[in-house]
């Protein structure tokens, strides 16, 4: 009863936030070399309302920015060597040349995903040239669009639901359970993986959390909105995507 009036509790709070408009989005950051956090922009469809998505206040692929990032990758420094730019991060279209400097990217709400063919090609050119991609913060019935979308970029892959086997939850922390649940709805995350020739064995090009919002938890982490362990859990996964990412 307490994790649900928390659950309750904290999603009025988000929602509260995103009806009061998009985040004020700062100017991007060139490249150094330095690994740099880049978020994907998408066009929202049209939802066949003169309103639009929360009278087009809400911006779903923002969700969380920038204190996601900001917190994420403050975390990623302090625990790893990879070189982190700190208080500062990129957002990018699929298409945009700049994308193939960056060696992750991340995407939220991929349920509202409704990308052009320029942005297809570039998602598909990225993911053949070594990116590697974490969608985010989806739940329930978004994952239809989402896998129609993926099936877009890399026909007929199959999404494979992954367990602690796989070496992703083994490049920094030892990840031995995945029995996690989304922070507000309750239900049971899954980790999905995209594979290089749709083959396992080879490289993992993309991650889902589906039923999860791990960029939530890092956004709140330093308020107590969620408990200090679900929080720690989210920081642990997103460390291991991003030193899968680099090294393989």
Do not use: C
């Amino acid at each position: 009863m307490a994790s649900a009036l928390l659950s309750l509790v904290a999603l009025a709070a988000v929602e509260g936030q995103r009806r009061r408009g998009a985040p004020e989005f700062e100017p991007n950051v060139p490249y150094d070399g330095r690994l740099t956090w880049v978020r994907v922009k998408y066009i929202l469809p049209d939802f066949s309302s003169s309103s639009g998505f929360r009278g087009g206040r809400d911006l779903p692929w923002s969700h969380d920015y920038p204190r996601g990032e900001r917190n994420f990758t403050k975390i990623m420094s302090e625990l790893s060597t990879a070189r982190v730019r700190l208080g500062a991060s990129n957002i990018l279209t699929l298409d945009d040349p700049l994308l193939g400097k960056y060696p992750v990217a991340y995407m939220a709400e991929p349920g509202f995903w409704r990308p052009n063919d320029k942005e297809v090609l570039g998602l598909r050119n990225y993911l053949a040239k070594g990116g590697f991609i974490i969608f985010d913060d989806f739940a329930g019935q978004h994952w239809f669009n989402f896998e129609s979308q993926m099936q877009r970029v890399l026909p007929n892959v199959r999404a494979v639901p992954l367990d602690t086997s796989h070496p992703i939850f083994d490049s920094f922390y030892k990840i031995t359970s995945l029995d996690y649940t989304h922070p507000f709805y309750g239900l049971k995350a899954v980790f999905y993986g995209f594979f290089e020739d749709n083959d396992p064995r080879k490289r993992l090009l993309a991650i889902a959390n589906y039923n999860n919002d791990l960029s939530e938890m890092w956004e709140f982490s330093d308020v107590g909105m969620f408990p200090v362990d679900m929080s720690n859990e989210a920081y642990k996964l997103g460390v291991n995507y991003v030193i899968y990412a680099l090294t393989r």
